[in-house]
């Protein structure tokens, strides 16, 4: 199975993409997560990548496009996975159906969350994620146990820079001039599925599962 997350910044989409690679035992591919390993570990991408981030801009397709085709042509990918950020434009989404198109494959739905600008700016401040592995969390939604502190690996937790409010609305304008035209783009190969994410996290989640079977 080959599932496309949609949605704002901090519709809720990466914690969705995980919670369903878990049930379906497919890796979950986040772009962004992939962007910030780079990005602790120094290395060129990591440097190059961190200043579009830090903006609330898109890296650069020829960038981000080449780490995604790499990234799902590892072995643990080959029976499916969960796209959770990419594609986050057109020529994203083009290049991504023409290298499946090539296998003989296909992508099987795109999943857009849908939530409206005003409630993902209140989100966004609460959120906080781990510097160590990556698990994001909310401080009223999805709090960890412990107040800054990370369940799954006990590091720190912390407001991304590209959380931080003037960079969500940013990252907002952005959304809506380069990643919503996709919503119109699966829907018109068939393949969209709206959920409503203004609901509780698992009757989201739920709502996925009714679509994915
Ligand atoms: P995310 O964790 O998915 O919210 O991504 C964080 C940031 O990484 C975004 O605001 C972009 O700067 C960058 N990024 C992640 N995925 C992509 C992508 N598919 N195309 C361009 N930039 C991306």
Redesign the pocket.
Known sequence: MKLIMLGA?GAGK?TQAKMIAEKYSIPHV????I?RANIKNGTELGIE?KK??DQ????P?EL?VKILLDRVAQEDCKNGYVL??????IP?AEVLDNALTELGDKVDFAINVDVPDENIIGRMGGRRACVKCGATYHVVYNAPKTEGVCDACGDKLILRA?DEPETVKK?LNVYHEQTQPLIEYYGNKGILKEVDGTVDMKDVFAAICDILG
């Open positions: 910044p990466g986040s772009t962004g997560d962007f990548a579009y981030m609330g801009q898109l890296v397709d981000t959770d950020g990419f594609p986050r434009t994203q590209d990252r």
